[in-house]
């Protein structure tokens, strides 16, 4: 698992080993870390020449020291100091190693021109502007140095992109769009969370001595190795029911093919058995497409409620199918609802419970709940959106989107955050695969976290095999998830 913390936690390690550690130890040691990322991705490239951009703080004393090190390694350097006191704003030690290794100077605020020519010039070109102590958003003279940065250099963040809020929390200003970014110590929330990991490109970590055992994560990322440690495996003793039974209740006779690829994702994902419950036509197509799948109601370890479910479908069959999805929610068995089973959601249930909605079925649920948001609104600030509804529901709330993020009701807890999917998965019936993938996994025991982000993880590989770099339907990411479980399962994480 990759975890982030958040800055309030970073600077905390940090103040213990400042306490421990000869003056300025840190700080060499994130300039080694940096210089020597730069300088293999200069020689990867053939690259000569190095920009440096430097702001005020710490942030611009790494900078600093790594230009004086790529000077020492051979490498042509340039360093542009921003803040509008030149010389005396920056790092005074950091300025001085990088002189004294020949680092040419050059100060923004006295030739802006010659400052933007020269980072024209720059193969490999290093964010120091500003670090964790950065508000979000460039300020116009860096933002004019940022725009003159060639559009063939490699730029490196150093330690998170200029104009990124740290935390991943604040979406405004323009930030600097990284190839990388080489953070120290842990990566921070801005690193997985939209829009910064946008910004942040390929992350590597440097350790530098900070003791983070103890730190909590803000955000948490599953990787291809945490599979096999959380995905239930079924052992000599088990059956189809200790495997775990979902109830799907899914489709009616306007949605039909959500039906079938729930319950076909929730199969090819390893259930022990599915219920299905439905109205007559997605019954049929469903006995039909996948004859594994059980017709009608029965003892269920969990719930799957709402995909392609209308809830204000006319007609007998339909009010008796939605009357099961009602069943299921005041039952005390864990539910995943999905889709039209949110708008049936009528207040904080007990049991474990997983909301999956996209942006707009957020926005739509957070209206209903009383607090007024556009899809807009959710999609510039998904994780507070998220919290907010995981906090009023009571539940753990999935958002959908090419970040998939998942959040429990405590507010303290992490954000779990996946990017595992191409963007040809943004296509109709995507969800219903997850939604049952996500079912089958509640109903083996998982807890709504786990769940979800496993869920989210999987199908988004499942998404990217079967992608293979084209046009994908939502039929093939089903088919795709037994291999992808299987090549998951076999991968030896030691
Ligand atoms: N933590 C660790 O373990 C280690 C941390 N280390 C390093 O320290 C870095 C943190 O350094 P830091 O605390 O000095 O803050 P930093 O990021 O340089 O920014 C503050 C300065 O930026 C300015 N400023 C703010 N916003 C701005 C904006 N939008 N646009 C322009 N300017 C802006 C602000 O000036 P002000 O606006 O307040 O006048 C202030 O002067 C960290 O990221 C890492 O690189 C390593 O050395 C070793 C281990
Ligand atoms: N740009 C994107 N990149 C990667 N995955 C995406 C992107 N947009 C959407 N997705 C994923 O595609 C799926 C779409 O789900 P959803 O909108 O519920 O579709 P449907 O309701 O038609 O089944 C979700 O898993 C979502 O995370």
């Known amino acids: 698992m990759i975890r982030a913390a958040s800055v309030a936690e970073v600077r905390a390690a940090e103040a213990v080993a400042l306490a421990q550690l000869p003056e300025g130890e840190l700080m060499q040691r994130a300039a080694e870390g940096l210089a020597g990322v730069a300088a293999a991705r200069l020689a990867e490239r053939d690259g000569r020449t190095v920009v440096a951009l430097v702001g005020a703080g710490d942030n611009g004393g790494d900078t600093l020291y790594a230009a004086g090190l790529l000077c020492d390694a051979g490498f042509a350097c340039v360093v542009v100091l921003l803040p509008d006191s030149g010389r005396d704003g920056v790092h005074a030690a950091g300025l001085r190693a990088a002189e004294e290794a020949g ?29 964790i102590g950065g508000r979000p958003g460039l300020r116009p003279p860096a933002a004019a140095l940022v725009d003159a940065i060639a559009d063939d250099a490699w730029v490196v963040a150093v330690d998170v992109s200029s104009g990124l809020d740290p935390d991943g929390l604040d979406p405004d200003g323009d930030a600097v769009w990284a190839d990388e970014t080489v953070t120290f110590g842990v990566p921070k929330p801005a690193h997985l969370l939209p829009p910064g990991e946008a910004a942040t490109g390929r992350l590597t970590v440097i350790d530098i001595g900070l003791d983070l055992a103890a730190v ?8 291809h190795d945490d599979v096999a440690a959380l995905w239930p495996v079924p052992g000599p003793g088990d059956d189809k029911y200790s495997r775990g039974v979902l109830g799907v209740v899914a489709g009616g006779e306007l949605y039909t093919g959500a039906a079938v690829l729930a319950v076909t994702a929730a199969v090819e994902s390893g259930v022990g058995m599915v219920r299905y419950v439905g109205t007559p036509t997605p019954t049929g197509l469903v006995r039909h497409a996948v004859p594994e799948a059980v017709v009608g109601e029965g003892r269920v370890q969990a719930w799957l409620i709402g995909p392609g479910l209308d809830p204000e479908a006319p007609g007998d069959e339909a009010t008796a199918q939605l009357q099961v999805a009602r069943d299921a929610l005041a039952s005390d068995l864990p539910v995943v609802v999905d889709a039209g089973g949110l708008d049936l959601l009528s207040g904080p249930r007990a049991a474990p419970t997983l909301l999956t909605p996209h942006a707009g079925e957020l926005a739509g649920l957070l209206s209903r709940w009383g607090s007024p948001v556009s899809r807009a609104d959710v999609e ?16 753990t709330v999935l958002l959908k989107g090419s970040t998939t993020i998942v959040v429990g009701p405590a507010p303290e807890g992490p954000v779990r955050s996946q990017a595992d999917a191409p963007a040809w998965l943004a296509t109709a019936g995507a969800g219903d695969v997850l939604a049952g993938v996500v079912g089958m996994l509640l109903a083996a025991g998982l807890a709504p976290l786990d769940a979800g982000s496993l869920a989210a993880l999987v199908h988004g590989v499942a998404a990217d095999r079967a992608s293979g770099g084209g046009p994908l339907r939502a039929t093939a990411v089903a088919g795709a998830l037994r291999s992808t479980i299987r090549d998951l399962l076999r991968r030896d994480p030691t």
């Open 103 to 131: 680092a040419s100077v050059v100060v923004a605020s006295d030739d802006p021109a010659a400052a933007a020519a020269a980072v024209a010039e720059g193969d490999l070109v290093l964010d120091g502007i500003v670090g």
């Open 216 to 223: 909590p994560a803000a955000v948490e990322r599953l990787i």
């Open 380 to 395: 510039r600030e998904p994780v507070r959106h998220a919290r907010s509804a995981a906090e009023q529901t009571g539940a």
